[in-house]
């Protein structure tokens, strides 16, 4: 998929989500695209991380971000998606509506982002562009209106792709390859048009596209009664429509084309600006206040600075990038920035327009733009930047980031390397928050956690080539959990009194433990009580008891109690494993005049929380979590039985639920959820569905252990015919069974 946005009247922001176009006269196929300019994604031929550009159309400049397909690298989708207004999703016209486009369209619908589709590689050899209308309405649960009708050197079927019928002009687009390689596009009017097939085809597709209008616009219902039925409508009224429901997304335009051919690259980028948003046409972002309370509106005056970095990348010779959408007001280069996670003030000393791994100075981003600020030292993904500070301390809602589900060790050449590995894999992390970077404390060891073994295997070949580390990756394991046992409790009260850089600090506190089954949502906020959850952990702090803070100010106790906290949750006690499904309490708090400081809280809330685990897990054993993930298996008919079998005897997961795609009361209608139009397709065969052409959708919830490998195993099943995705569902507690076997081979890593 790919992101996008345009500015008010001006610019366009948007996404290509799952895409393979081509761009600027470039070739995916041959490596020289020029939003995959890593190593990595040209020899692979994947893209591994999203790449802005800028380039103007039609009288817009465009903000394009070109986003992985490749499940190990959703975190790249999840946080284009959060800054941007709307995207293209682009499906393969032989494969259709695949398992990872599911996953990616839900992204999509979690930010509201106004949608459209482009049917690709229609001239290739099984490419169906009915049969996908029908998918992306049935697997996706949304209403596709077509605007292009394909048409083919022998009509609406056989022989080579030409181009299409626009359905909104009346006219058909046919496209031909010329000696000097460029490609030549002959617009002619329908009704001029030699095939009787395309042009009555043509005539039934206008007239489900007018009704569909008609059925969910009133505006468009009054012209198309005035007009008799739709006759003589003009294309400016059809388009209008058209892009009033597709920001409400209430419908989703479905275009096609062969891109490698180039054909339909243009109308497509013309649909862009007449049919999806402008900034303008978005509601303003939610922000959070520090209370953990939500409100609708910026605190600040329209004109001023409010933006959000999304994205940083590390240049050798630059420093940090920090990629920045403006939501509000403009940045200027030179200007002071504020922010507000930090409450420190920074420098944009320039600021750059991006064109995937080349740029351009500029000396200003405007509102609804998006740029590159240079000069920031303290800004990571996620922070709100303003342009001034305020008594209110907000912050647009965060990215959510997934836990890491893989670990591998990381081992520096020699002992005169670790620094300098533990400084470039910092910088990796930096650019990659879906990263996550322990120490075992007995062994020393350093792990690197990630989403799956590619994403694993890519970080490896960054931190060697980019950063220049001289390490090492062994190999890849399960990233376990560890949890406090059922009934199992613990309290310890203390008082810490000792000397923090030479000076002497007091301060008392109470701490305990508890397992949680089952995460609540934080707590709406009370005075001197605070709740946080931390990756499947709750913090909750109650000082309705604690004595007065006079010289350490309030907001910072709480956030130096989560600051100690925090790093204790990375180890458990047991196993050094990360903790998982665990409350911690602080309930009260003792503070002594002129000796609690920042630091002493920040202290002695790791340390009472350090000695609760001990205390809890000298009880009891700790219980141990694995990750399950969601599977969605995608196999021909006749390959289920085999592929559930697998799953089920062999891999331990549970069957959640089995679809079709095409129901026994489909076979004499296709059409899902509402009257859908979709143009004759000799791929499927209304008439005469033959059970092992359907394929069937598995979803299944497995233990991640066992799916290590699966893709070979899918291959050998299916004859190289399936595919899966899967998406962490959540940790769950081990069998006694299970997890004996993993603490002998977590025992053996050990020693």
């Avoid at 940045?331 to 995937?356: P, V």
Wanted: charge should be negative; glycine fraction near 8%; charged fraction near 25%.
């Amino acid at each position: 998929m790919r992101v996008i946005s345009h500015m008010p009247e001006v610019f366009l922001n948007f996404l290509f989500l799952n895409s393979h176009l081509l761009t600027f006269s470039v070739d995916v196929d041959d490596g020289s695209t020029v939003t995959d300019y890593l190593p990595e994604e040209r020899a692979r031929g994947i893209t591994i991380t999203a790449a802005a550009i800028t380039f103007p159309w039609a009288g817009r400049s465009i903000n394009l971000i070109d986003t992985p397909g490749h499940v190990d690298f959703t975190y790249e989708v999840a946080r284009s998606l959060r800054v941007l207004d709307c995207a293209v999703a682009i499906l393969d016209g032989v494969a259709g509506v695949e398992a990872q486009t599911e996953k990616v369209w839900r992204q999509a619908d979690e930010w509201k982002i106004s949608r459209l589709a482009f049917v690709n590689k229609m001239d290739r050899e099984g490419a169906g562009f009915g049969r996908t209308v029908k998918e992306i309405s049935s697997r996706l649960s949304v209403r596709p209106v077509v605007l292009h009708l394909p048409v083919f050197e022998g009509g609406l079927e056989g022989g080579s792709y030409k181009g299409f019928v626009d359905l909104v002009d009346s006219v058909v687009l046919t496209w031909s390859r010329q000696v000097d390689g460029k490609s030549q596009v002959v617009a002619t009017p329908l009704n001029e048009y030699p095939s009787k097939t395309v042009k009555d085809e043509a005539k039934r597709g206008s007239v489900a596209l007018l009704e569909t209008l008609a059925e969910l616009d009133d505006l468009f219902l009054d012209i198309y009664l005035d007009k008799d039925g739709g006759r003589d409508i003009s294309s400016g009224s059809i388009r209008s429509a058209i892009r009033a429901l597709t920001i409400k997304r209430e419908i989703v335009p479905v275009l096609c084309g062969a891109s490698l051919r180039d054909i339909g690259v243009q109308p497509l980028l013309d649909a862009i600006v007449n049919y999806l948003p402008s900034p303008t046409d978005r509601s303003k972002p939610l922000i959070r206040l520090d209370d953990g309370e939500r409100q609708t509106t910026l605190p600040l005056e329209d004109k001023e600075l409010f933006a959000l970095a999304f994205k940083v990348i590390h240049d050798a010779t630059r420093g940090p990038l920090v990629f920045v959408r403006v939501y509000q007001g403009s940045l200027r280069k030179g200007m002071s920035l504020y922010n507000t996670r930090t409450r420190g003030k920074e420098r944009a000393n320039r600021l750059l327009r991006m064109y995937a791994d080349d740029s351009a100075e500029i000396d200003a981003i405007t509102d609804g733009n998006i740029g590159v600020i240079l000069g920031l030292r303290e800004t990571v993904t996620g922070d709100t930047l303003v342009g001034r500070r305020t008594d209110d301390n907000f912050h647009l809602l965060p990215i959510a980031t997934p836990p890491p589900v893989f670990i591998a060790s990381i081992e520096p050449d020699s002992l005169r390397e670790a620094h300098s590995v533990i400084d470039a894999l910092q910088r990796l992390l930096l650019e990659d928050p879906s990263l996550s970077l322990t120490t075992d404390e007995d062994s020393g060891q350093i792990l690197l956690g990630g989403m799956g073994e590619l994403h694993l295997e890519i970080s490896r070949d960054r931190l060697v080539r980019d950063f220049g580390a001289k390490c090492t990756m062994g190999n890849v394991r399960v990233g376990y959990r560890e949890t406090v046992a059922d009934g199992s409790t613990s309290f310890v009260e203390k008082i810490y009194d000792r000397e923090i850089n030479g000076k002497p600090t007091k301060v008392g506190i109470s701490v305990e433990i508890f397992p949680i089954d089952k995460l609540e949502p934080p707590r709406q906020s009370q005075r001197r009580r605070r709740q946080y959850k931390e990756i499947g952990n709750v913090i909750d702090i109650d000082l309705s008891r604690a004595s007065a803070i006079n010289d350490v100010d309030e907001n910072q106790v709480f956030a130096g109690i989560c600051s100690g906290i925090r790093p204790v949750l990375q180890t458990g006690a047991s196993f050094q494993l990360p903790l998982h499904s665990t409350l911690i309490l602080i309930s009260n708090l003792l503070v002594f005049e002129n000796q609690t400081t920042y630091q002493s809280v920040v202290s002695a809330a790791r340390l009472a929380t350090q000695e609760a685990f001990k205390t809890a897990f000298s009880e009891h054993d700790s219980v141990l979590m694995e990750p399950f993930m969601n599977v969605l298996v995608k196999v021909d008919s006749k390959d289920v039985g085999r592929v559930v079998s697998d799953l089920t005897s062999s891999r331990g997961a549970i069957i959640l639920s089995m679809d079709s795609g095409v129901t026994s009361d489909e076979h004499l209608s296709l059409n899902r959820f509402y009257s859908v139009y979709a143009p004759p397709d000799s791929t499927f065969n209304e008439d005469s569905v033959r059970l092992e052409q359907i394929l069937t959708t598995v979803n299944a919830k497995v233990p991640l252990k066992e799916m290590v490998g699966y893709s070979k195993a899918l291959r050998s099943i299916t004859q190289g015919r399936g595919s899966f995705v899967m998406s962490l569902e959540g940790f769950e507690r081990m069998t006694e069974e299970r997890a004996k076997i993993v603490r002998k081979e977590l025992i053996g890593l050990e020693l």
